[in-house]
């Protein structure tokens, strides 16, 4: 078993270049399938979560080829196999590839999702999406059974009784080559849709509105094969800057997107954190004195639910009490605990999460539950007093390419170490 072991309180300085948008890359794999020639995606970030789906392209006779963050994913010669369990519960974006068979063949057999446990996840509004276009789906045994009508999925109007991401996307994937105009109402905005739809026109779908709460799609009878490039990882560089301000300055983070981030910097701005804001990257100058701030988190513009566990040991530093509320994943919170166990001023009052300044951190073992509370217990560590091993590191590699790798490069005392079993730990000690 692997764990991240860092020595925290060491100074941080330089820069950290942000890989590509994670969230994308896992819609944009499945979506390639759509296309019958090959589909170069750049700036593909090296994540468990993309071996994953290369995995499942695989079984299915799609040749993928990936160096250098450029993933060459050819569905000439694809069959659509059935996969109702295996590799495709070990993620919950696997739910993309209902959309992408439906879209492609009419038809799909795909396990139920995977992925971070952070309260209920349901798949219903993807499903109500799927049945709108005319398909009919059955779940059972764990398995989703998607079958469109003999005559193919037809375009119609959806409305999204909650905003969703997902759903969002996998309606789309669905409608891109169904008959006639599909309109998607209450669509979420997030850069990752917008994205999709980019990659998805570059293949001659017929997308317009992704990025606005009215995305309609006129269904084309073909897709062919493209390059795309991946945008950034708006939540990765989140992620940093938080850690950049929580040491108080001297970092630098890499190919950011400004406008991604917005609700995030104005946070950090309201803080009183320091910034140089240029073309592609975000510099934090200074971060002392900060003050206090509630963070209340929405769909995008709002502030990201992805952001709110990694904010939170910069919050630990500030004097006073900070509060957050994630409106979007109530039971997101399990971070909480391994923070306590840590020192940290931190409770949890029905849905608000309550933080107050912390002298000190003190390097714990701690569990990360998910992948951006495994983020949170790795900045948390960096600042501790002390040694810091965070098990369950799957999680965090998920998400975040070679973190360990770009953390050393600014002077962390942090590595990945294999375990064999927990008395080992102890007797090292
Ligand atoms: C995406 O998840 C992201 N994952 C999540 O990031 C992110 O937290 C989330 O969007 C919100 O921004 C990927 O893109 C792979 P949703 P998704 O559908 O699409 C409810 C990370 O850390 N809902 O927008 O699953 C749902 O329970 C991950 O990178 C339904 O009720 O999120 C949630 O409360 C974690 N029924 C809310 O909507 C549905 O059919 C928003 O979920 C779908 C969703």
Redo the contacts with the bound molecule.
Sequence with gaps: MKKIKINGGKPLKGEIIVSGA??SA??LIPAAILADSPVILEGVPDIQDVHSLMDILEVMGVRTEFKNHRLEIDPTDMVSIPMPTGKINSL??SYYFMGALLGKYGSGVVGLPG??Y???????????GFEALGATVTTEHGATYLRSSEKGLKGTRIFMD??????T?NVMLAAVKAQGRTTIENA?K?P?IIDVATLLNNMGAKIRGAGTDEIRIEGVQTLHGCRHAIIPDR?EAGTYLALAAAVGGGIKVRNVIYEHLESFISKLDEMGVEMKIKEDSIEVTHADNLKPVSIKTY??PGF???LQQPITPLLLQVKGESIIEDT??QKRVNHIPELNRMGANAKIEGNMIILNQTETLKGAEVEAS???AGACLVIAGLLAEGETTISNVEYILR?YDHIVEKLQKIGADIEMVQVENEMRIEEAK
């Design positions: 994670k969230n896992v819609a919950r974006a992925g971070c952070l309260g209920p996840r349901p798949i219903d509004l993807h499903i109500k909650m905003v969703s991401v997902g759903a996307i979420a997030e990752e939540i769909p995008y990201a639910t992805d979007v994943y998910d992948l951006r998400g």
